[in-house]
């Protein structure tokens, strides 16, 4: 599966973005499908994952409440929306399937087989 990561961009803080994953090569409608973040001279980070067995999401503490998981199985793609963007928000963003992640396991990006190639998120203050 190749996975394409857009949406990204500039935006003030307090506005909203919504980043697209689209899946070519196979349905991933089934996959576990994970965002993650990376800040300049920072590790990458989780910041959200649905589940492929029942759709559940879950996010990181950091962006809990602002951001929003979903999926278009007939469009095969994953969003991840983003609203009341901080500065502390800049990285670029990932977009990572896996298969069968054991649920303690959802925030690590080792788990992740396939990964998109990243779609910048820049916000000013």
């Known amino acids: 599966v190749q996975l394409q990561a857009s949406g990204g961009g500039l935006v003030e803080a307090g506005n909203s973005l919504r980043l697209s994953c689209a899946a070519s090569?196979?349905?991933?409608?089934?996959?576990?499908v994970g965002w993650f973040r990376q800040a300049p001279g920072k590790e990458r980070e989780f910041v959200g994952a649905?589940?492929?067995?029942?759709?559940?999401?879950y996010y990181s503490e950091s962006v809990k409440g602002r951001f929003t998981i979903s999926r278009d199985k007939a469009k095969n793609t994953v969003y991840l929306q983003m609203n009341n963007l901080k500065p502390e928000d800049t990285a670029v963003y990932y977009c990572?399937?896996?298969?069968?992640?054991?649920?303690?396991?959802?925030?690590?990006?080792?788990?992740?087989?396939?990964w998109g190639q990243g779609t910048l998120v820049t916000v000013s203050s």
């Open positions: 990572a399937t896996g298969r069968g992640i054991i649920l303690s396991e959802i925030r690590r990006k080792d788990n992740y087989d396939y």
């Open positions: 090569g196979r349905s991933f409608s089934r996959d576990d």
């Open positions: 649905v589940r492929g067995s029942n759709s559940a999401t």
